[in-house]
């Protein structure tokens, strides 16, 4: 709409006082008057758009940072291989040495049968943990796994020896089953009443305390052109998603096994996980990249089970 026209404006201004009564058009000195009154309305006009640019300006920041839908503008983080945490870290993937022979390391053992009510589990207290091929006796490498990890995961291990201030341990690093020695100084123990077996044939998840079952139920495993890694692994990274994840549903058991077929996925080390999914129909069926996926409902009941340290055997 264009600006008021000063003749209407002065047409609609009560009368004069000291003027006589007049239908005829308005006096000149009324004109002026109108003249001034059109003007302050427009000096004002323009005040008032300028304070809503100002403002306008200074949210924009915030409006640029979210999208059509209301979403923000920021990708998921993807968390596969790559656990979603409150973590910072912007630490590397660590280098590993090819072959665990490479680096004085040895392949763990499945669990042995009848299987233990308890397993025990070590959880680091500095900063970093030492590697050691026999006690005393440094692995070649010299490396030492960082606490926490480089996706911002506490370290934990699973003690499968004690040898005095010596505890032979599985660790969370390629290859699948690495075990070495560490310093019982180096961590804190504890332990957990259940284990897990993955049977990838008949795509099958069993929780066991002990020889007893706890809980059973059908999953998804690896295509035949990237299975799911067999061995004996362990859990090292719990995450419950909510809202659920658009792929991994209602939350993820990561454990320690890598697959022998992706080097990386995720921005990840190619570590494999048991997740939740939002196409129940894939259940029963080899369908992932190497994970381990199962209702919503039954990852969140596994979860419960399954504290950091939990053994993990993935068998055929």
Known sequence: MGAPDPDAVAA???????????????????????RRAALAIGVLAVLVVGVA???????????AATVADGEPAVAEPEVDGRWATTSTTTTAPPTIP????????????????????????????????PLFSAPDVPVPSGRALDNPTWEGLPLTFLVRERRGGWLRAQIMSRPNSALAWIRAGDVTLRTVEHHIVIERGARRLTVYRGEEV??????ATGKASSPTPLGTFFVDGVVRL???????GTGQLSFTGFSEVHTSFGGGVGQVAMHGTQNPALI??????GCVRMRNEDID???????????????A
């Not at 640019?53 to 409006?63: C, K, T």
């Open 242 to 248: 909510s809202p659920p994840h658009r792929a991994y």
């Open 98 to 129: 090819a072959t665990p022979a490479e680096d004085g390391l040895a392949i763990a053992p499945p669990l042995e049968r009848p299987w233990a009510e308890r397993f025990t589990v070590a959880d680091a207290v500095g900063p970093s943990v």
């Open 284 to 289: 029963g069926t080899p369908a992932s990249a």
């Open 53 to 63: 640019l100002v403002v306008v300006d200074r949210s924009a920041p915030e409006i």
């Open 12 to 34: 609609t201004e009560p009368p004069d006082p000291g003027a006589a009564p007049t239908t005829g058009p308005p006096r000149p000195h009324r004109r002026r008057r109108a």
């Open 214 to 219: 706890v809980l059973q139920t059908s999953v």
């Open 301 to 315: 009941a596994v979860t419960a089970l399954s504290p950091t340290g939990t053994p993990v055997e993935v068998v």
